[in-house]
């Protein structure tokens, strides 16, 4: 089977030829992988490219993840959280630009307990009725995400980080475990929220065997939200001196999962934009239909350094940029579409023989 064959039957494709696919693509495959995953997000939703409103309100994280600048370990963060009315500030601010989603995430800070964080969820619920509010703040106790649902929210974005278990425990301290990252997700996903997970790619330790188990997870697990991007070593970390992920390999898995999962929400993540020259574009490029600007306040915004040389920029020139590529910024809240690959396949003249 040729690389092309491949991408055309990506979505019944058994691990062992997603491992060739992987392993042997070329430039021009990924061309046409790319071409392929524009087809599908178009059919799924037009020229819309939606933008999300990041308010990181706190840098303090109680964890103590070895890939991350936020670990509670690195004594040289800058910690800082936002009070109530500043996140009320940058929805308002967000709000007058045009954003219909916001997302309040954070290192895992017990400050932000659940009558603090419920108080700011039902506050924005009540003054934005037309907008989604995205969680993004770790791990928390089920009763905790079913107040916080209560309380108003929509989404929570919760990545994986890896769903192969040695994997997992070579990235974080032995009290976080793989099996209590994917408990919380069900749990998530039972109480009614539209779930977000994801990965990094080239993470130390990362092979193509773990890759594929991502891919294997995502097609099970059917997440609303994907969010994929490169590892960047941050210099007060255990993972310093390790290599960065590879922009292009980030790119192709931006483009399988648009495949794989064709109604999707797909970020271009941050990581992307910062690890490649017009990263973000690119990740438009390869199927993503998400950019998530930073609308914290400016005077927090070099201290949330989750890897050094994170790309601040809020939403100056956004815009000019999506239309440039013949895209548009998305209107409302912008939902997940549900929609399965047999219907698209089908529709794109299907090609069902492997
Ligand atoms: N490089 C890239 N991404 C990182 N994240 C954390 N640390 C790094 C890093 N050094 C990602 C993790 C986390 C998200 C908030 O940022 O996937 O879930």
């Known amino acids: 089977m040729t690389n092309f064959k491949r991408i055309e039957n990506l979505e019944r494709l058994p691990r062992e030829e997603l491992r060739v696919l992987l392993e042997t693509h070329t430039p021009e495959d990924a061309e046409y992988l790319f071409m392929r995953a524009r087809k599908i997000r ?11 409103g990041l308010v990181e309100i706190s840098s303090y994280c109680k964890n103590d993840c070895l890939y991350c600048g936020l670990r509670r370990g690195n004594h040289r963060a800058q910690r800082y959280r936002l009070g109530r009315e500043e996140i009320l500030a940058c929805c308002e601010k967000g709000h007058a630009f045009g954003l219909r989603t916001f997302v309040l995430q954070g290192g895992e800070d017990p400050w932000f307990d659940d009558g603090r964080l419920c108080d700011i969820v039902s506050e924005i619920r009540d ?5 989604a509010i995205t969680l993004s703040l770790g791990e928390r106790g089920r009763e905790s995400y079913e107040a916080l649902f209560a309380a108003g929210a929509d989404r929570y974005l919760l990545r994986h980080e890896t769903a192969n278990e040695k994997h997992y425990k070579l990235l974080h301290p032995s009290e976080l475990t793989l099996q209590t990252r994917l408990r919380c997700l069900r749990d998530l996903r039972e109480i009614g929220y539209q779930v977000g997970c994801g990965f990094m790619v080239g993470s130390p330790g990362q092979t193509i065997d773990c890759l594929l188990d991502d891919l294997e997870f995502l097609r099970a697990f059917r997440p609303e939200m994907v969010g994929i991007g490169p590892f960047l070593p941050h210099g007060d970390t255990p993972f310093a001196k390790e290599p960065p992920g590879s922009p292009e390999l980030t790119l192709f898995l931006l483009g399988m999962v648009r495949v794989l999962l064709p109604g999707v929400l797909l970020p271009a993540t941050t990581a992307l934009g910062t690890a ?4 973000r574009e690119q990740g438009l490029l390869a199927g993503a239909n998400v950019i998530m600007p930073n609308i914290s306040p400016d005077y927090v915004r070099d201290k949330y ?12 020139g956004l815009r000019e940029r999506i239309e440039a590529m013949g895209l548009e910024i998305g209107t409302g809240r912008g939902d997940a579409i549900a929609m399965n690959n047999e219907k698209l396949t089908m529709n794109n003249g299907g090609n069902s023989e492997i």
Request: aromatic share 12%; proline share 0%; with cysteine.
């Open 42 to 52: 178009e059919q799924a939703y037009g020229k819309a490219v939606y933008l999300r």
């Open 305 to 316: 350094m989750i890897y050094e040389g994170k790309d601040t920029r809020g939403m100056e």
């Open 127 to 131: 003054s934005y009725s037309d907008c």
């Open 276 to 279: 490649a020259r017009n990263g």
